[in-house]
């Protein structure tokens, strides 16, 4: 086939999704496939191809950071993005691709507003629709949503600081023990925070500036995390992730041994299926069918009780990533993961028939 890969973009996640773009492009090519890599938030979009297969040809990696990329660059990003994707040689490119494979992760790229403009556009891409992206990608509705649908999950109280405002459930939160501050929409847990006290949420507080990122706050679980991957139907083996800090934060992910990741998870049956029958109804909670795929985090209270932390449309696909890792405990090499990436959008095209 003929595919381009959409990576980079404008979101904090952009180095991690630049890595992602350069993994799947060598798996296509080992499959079989014409690549086309491009990155519609830079200057030059197309990053490589095309590629042909069998031909030598051959895609360099991409080491991420420690850090996010430098949110000043966002505004120029998103002129250059919005562009891209809606005019010019990058929208025929797409038009002209037997598929659109989405290696975004984080902003326009999971938020839903580039599988909107793919819609609009009438290209066919890889991931779940912009509805369920959308559903997905603000945590606090979608913790309401999962709540409804009897997927355990914390309390929370979402806010948008403003000088001298700590609101009374905040405060409550706070004196009752210690609690994690996020962005209610980002990923990669950016300025994820662990806070036990109201003079360090207020300090944490003072660096971001007013008014512009809404703030979701929930209880410290001091129990094992695990993430759970749904590709289609099939919920695959559980990875446990084994913290030596507090949260899993943007560096523990992306660092090769910042943290141990187990696949399968050293759980009893029992609880195996449990998560993995939470990450289904997550799933299809918010709105990700068969014909897409999905990655739940849970994180166990002090009794050991698994609650969803979030649930992932577009998760990594980096060497190192936790999609891939659980993909390998089904069995499967990562070009097979990406295949059956591929397969499911075919799915998503007879449904709409």
Known sequence: MRVVI???????ERDVSLASGRSVAGAL???GHEVVLVDPAAAVPVLAGPLQPGSGD???????GKEPPSSADVPELRRRMHAALTGGPVLELLRDAELVFLAFHGGWGEDGHVQALLEMAGVRFTGAGSAA???AWHKGRAQAVLGAADVPVSERVLWRPAPGDMPPGVQRLVAAGPVVVKPVADGSSVSVHYVDSLPQLARIVAETRSGEAELMVEPFLPGREFTVAVVGG???PVVEIELTTSVFDYTAKYQPGAVGEVCPAAVPDEFSSLLQELALRAHHALGFGGNSYSRTDLRCDAGGKPVCIEVNALPGLTSTSLLPLAATGAGWTYPDLIQRIMDLSALSTLSTR
């Open 234 to 236: 099939q919920a695959l």
């Open 58 to 64: 051959a895609v360099d990696g991409f080491a991420v």
């Open 29 to 31: 090519l080992e499959r």
């Open 6 to 12: 959409l990576c980079g973009g404008e979101s904090s």
């Open 133 to 135: 992206c959308a559903a």
